[in-house]
């Protein structure tokens, strides 16, 4: 009828009105965060894709997921459209793998693929999410169900494979996304001495790494496992990491600070250490900083050096430069010494010694 009379009177016979009130709307924090993330891995080589929030139970068993395995306990769809569709997903390392799988079989010969995209765990993270039970009322039969409405944490999840893509490619992109969000001093361990994440089942025990910030976990990477990466069908090395992003905005730095140029030189002592073959440099960077203390400035692995006689014995050469620099005044030589003689005892206590 409205409408009919203002055909009718004319369109253009009624006045203009402002909307009353000032609507205003802008990006949340969350959203302007994953905007830095998008751009970041975009500018690093990446192609955005989008993937299904619903999968099929059949991808814990893809990714060599334990039967008790808490990941396997998920929001399950009441009415799926089917049995591919019919629970949350509670990783998104499956859907990555689907995708660069896909690209793999259509003959593309390489791709570094990422995705913004969130989680689904129950809130108890250890009962079904629905608890149904049927009752009967007025002769018909009804379903009740309990709901608890699941965590939804986002993760920025990264796949690569083909082309240089390699181990340290996938750091590489990962380590430049973290100097990009100001998030310094992390700390990475081997995802199967941890945890933390049930999706080290999918990546290679010895060729993958969980990243931490002052304990907090950042996130896993790696390469696929390789019976994982069969099972997917990719004829190559594949990569993938994920990053909790709930994590990297705590983590992140939200002011930028700057300090003066240095006043005083810098001092630099090189090192060459004769360790274990699997001696992680992590653990040997973590015992040179805590030695130095205030004065270190940089701590530089420059050299990794294996003879046969090394290889025999289980060993490899790691040589470190060590920056030191005093803010007070120059170093002297007996403060430099000091400090590296520190080091050396540290780096005893874990198994390390000096390289004749």
């Known amino acids: ?54 999968v099929s139970p059949k991808y814990f068993d893809k990714i060599k997921l334990p039967a008790d395995s808490r990941l396997r306990n998920v929001v399950r769809i009441v009415n799926p459209l089917g049995e591919d569709t019919s629970v949350m997903r509670t990783s998104t390392i499956p859907s990555m793998l689907d995708v660069l799988s896909f690209n793999y079989n259509n003959r593309n010969e390489k791709a570094c693929l990422f995705e913004i995209a969130k989680e689904y765990l129950p809130a108890d993270h250890e009962k079904p999410f629905i608890n149904g039970d049927t009752l009967a009322n007025s002769g018909k039969q009804k379903h009740r169900y309990n709901y608890s409405l699941p965590d939804e944490p986002q993760r920025l999840t990264i796949g690569m494979y083909g082309g240089d893509a390699e181990f340290y490619t996938l750091k590489g992109i990962v380590e430049q996304l973290l100097a990009e969000l100001k ?58 990491a994920k990053l909790n992003i ?4 705590a983590a992140a730095a939200d002011k930028i600070t700057y300090q003066p140029l240095p006043k005083f030189p810098a001092t630099t002592r090189d ?26 400035e940089k701590v530089s692995l420059f050299d990794v050096y294996r003879s046969d006689d090394m290889k025999k014995n289980g060993k ?41």
């Open 183 to 240: 998030i310094d001093d992390v700390e990475y361990i081997r995802a199967n001495d941890s945890d933390l994440f049930d999706e080290k089942y999918a990546l290679h025990p010895g060729r993958s790494a969980v990243i931490l910030k002052d304990g907090a976990p950042l996130g896993i990477m790696g390469e696929v496992h390789p019976e994982v990466q069969e099972t997917y069908e990719i004829g190559v090395k594949t990569y993938v």
């Open 316 to 356: 490899k050469s790691i040589a470190y430069s060590i920056s030191m620099r005093s803010h007070e005044g120059t170093l002297t030589d007996e403060q430099a010494d000091s400090a590296m003689k520190r080091v050396l005892k540290a780096l005893s206590a874990i198994g390390a010694e000096l390289r004749g």
């Open 1 to 54: 009828m409205a409408e009919e009379v203002a055909r009718i009177y004319g369109y253009n016979n009624i006045p203009s009105t402002d909307f009353r009130g000032v609507a205003r709307a802008e990006f949340t924090e969350e959203q302007k965060f994953t905007r830095i993330l998008r751009n970041a891995v975009a500018s690093l080589g990446g192609y955005e894709i989008a993937t299904y929030s619903f």
């Open 246 to 249: 709930p994590e990297l905005m």
């Open 271 to 296: 090192l060459s250490l004769l360790v274990d073959e699997d001696m992680p440099v992590a653990e040997l960077e973590k015992a040179i900083k805590g030695a130095v203390g205030k004065i270190l």
